[in-house]
């Protein structure tokens, strides 16, 4: 299910591109959504890295629980997530799932003796139907989850069509 090793790694950057490259190459259609989760950017600082990277093995485990075996994942930031879902062309399953993902994020978590409330903002595209560039389809997912993040926490933007 990863293709990265190490989910607390902060720049797989590289890698989710490469991922993305090469199945937009091969035409086979998948959903990238990228989730950015709300309230997490503050919680290393006040109680520490370990707590922050416990609180992100939670979210991974949730996010990862709603996922085939098939379907990749990567961290793409400090609070976000990439996910490719393998062989999924139509927006609504693909909206779906992504409001799925944001009530498991939403539930809260215990770390320590502290409960966290944690919510999330996703942006989806997919390919090819809204591009077989992968370029564009990273920038789409991109502006979508931007989209989603300014509506507030909870919602959910699909790119645009072609």
Not at 8 to 19: A, Q, S, V
Request: charged share 30%; hydrophobic share 40%; proline share 3%.
């Amino acid at each position: 299910m990863y293709d990265t090793d190490d989910l607390l790694d902060n720049h797989p950057r590289r890698e989710l591109e490469r991922l993305v490259q090469t199945r937009c190459r091969a035409g086979l259609p998948f959903a990238l959504l990228l989730i950015e989760l709300d309230g997490f950017s503050g919680v290393s600082k006040r109680y520490g890295a370990h707590v922050g990277d416990l609180l992100l093995y939670e979210v991974t485990s949730r996010i990862r629980g709603k996922l085939e075996e098939r379907d990749l994942m990567a961290r793409s930031g400090t609070s976000e997530f990439a996910v490719l879902v393998l062989g999924m062309e139509n927006v609504g399953r693909a909206e779906q799932l992504a409001r799925d993902l944001i009530e498991r994020l939403q539930r809260p978590i215990a770390i320590a003796g502290t409960r966290f409330s944690l919510s999330a903002s996703v942006g989806i595209s997919l390919s090819p139907r809204q591009s077989g560039e992968w370029r564009l389809l990273l920038e789409d997912a991109e502006s979508a989850a931007v989209d989603a993040k300014t509506h507030g926490r909870g919602h959910v933007s699909i790119a645009p069509h072609e």
